[in-house]
């Protein structure tokens, strides 16, 4: 079994774990319910976090102007909380900034915690929702401090595609904190090696720089490679894997294997390719046919590939509400 660096990811307090919602409720989650024992959570509520009783009144986002500043209020008073919520959330933030967090899982649609698609209104009231919408206050501080943060919202997390990639990046980027503990060229270019075929997924383009970057040609300082290193992989990891870069990264790890393969094998394989190229079977398909060649000729070099477990198997769930926003 494979070892991984546990990461730490911030969580909306309200979802699995207290009753701090509005209306004194909590969210149940089955897939944070699995997550708790592989991520390290931290947890806040940032409306309990400044002094907000539970049970309380319902709070909005209101626009004062055309602009995205908006104001966190109390929809029937229109009490102004903003200076408070930032000033929680300025503190908060900063105080977590050196704390190695990895990502953040945060309730959608709340006026704090959502990261998109909150309703905005014009005033408190009886106001209708304005035709735009927008970030929780809190949420929208978190780019400030963590210009790379991976960001969901348990509402998106139902989506297939949007989980692994969430699950890829955390994991990935948990993983990476070791070399740049380590600061040795050995630990990135072993750290390059493993991910190689997992970033080709993402984007050759930057896979090509990594590369350079890890043969350092220029003699850098390794700071200073480790840290251009990070823009990269950030950037490569932001990219979803698409159906054509998938294909193209398979057919290099095909290579390793067609001059041993019958020719009914290797048929049978582009086949499958193409039935994943129709979306007619999913990418586990090819990429597990892939991987039992990798046992049967016992290839230790792609043994060690992340993109055959980019985290722990035991976090894959198949159910997908095709949810996107
Ligand atoms: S959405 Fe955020 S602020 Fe609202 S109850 Fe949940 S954790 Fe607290």
């Known amino acids: 079994m494979k070892d991984f660096t546990t990461p730490n990811i911030i ?116 106001s209708p929702a304005l035709p735009k919408r927008g970030s929780g206050l809190f949420a929208s501080k978190i780019y400030e401090y963590f210009p790379d943060a991976v960001i969901e919202d348990e509402g998106r997390l139902t989506n297939f595609d949007i989980r692994e990639h969430f699950l890829t990046k955390i994991y990935t980027k948990s993983d990476f904190k070791n070399v740049k503990k380590d600061k040795s060229i050995k630990s990135l270019i072993d750290f390059q090696s493993k991910n190689k075929y997992l970033l080709m997924s993402h984007s050759p383009g930057y896979l090509k720089k990594m590369g350079k970057l890890t043969a350092n040609t220029e003699s850098k300082d390794i700071s200073d490679i480790i840290s251009d290193y990070e823009i990269y992989l950030n950037k490569a990891l932001s990219i979803p894997s698409k159906p054509n870069r998938n294909i193209n990264m398979l057919l290099h790890l095909f290579g390793y294997f067609s001059k041993h393969l019958s020719f009914s094998e290797k048929a049978f394989f582009l086949e499958t390719l193409e039935k994943y190229n129709n979306k007619k079977i999913p990418f586990c398909v090819p990429l597990t046919m892939i991987n039992s060649w990798v046992m049967r000729f016992e290839n230790e070099y792609l043994h060690n590939q992340t993109i055959f477990e980019p985290f722990p198997s035991e976090l894959i769930q198949t159910r997908d509400s095709g949810k996107t926003i």
């Open 11 to 126: 969580l909306s307090k309200c979802i699995e774990h207290d009753n701090c919602r509005y209306n004194g409720s909590k969210i149940n989650n089955d897939f944070i319910k699995t997550l708790k024992s592989h991520v390290n959570f931290v947890t806040v509520c940032p409306e309990t976090s400044i002094g907000l009783s539970t049970p309380r009144d319902a709070l909005r986002l209101v626009s004062k102007d055309d602009k995205e500043n908006f104001n966190l209020v109390f929809s029937k008073t229109g009490d102004d909380l903003t200076d408070k919520m930032h000033s929680f959330s300025n503190i908060f933030l900063k105080d977590i900034s050196d704390k190695g967090i990895d990502g953040f899982i945060l309730k959608s649609r709340s006026p704090s915690c959502g990261i998109k698609n909150v309703k905005v209104y014009k005033s408190h009231g009886k």
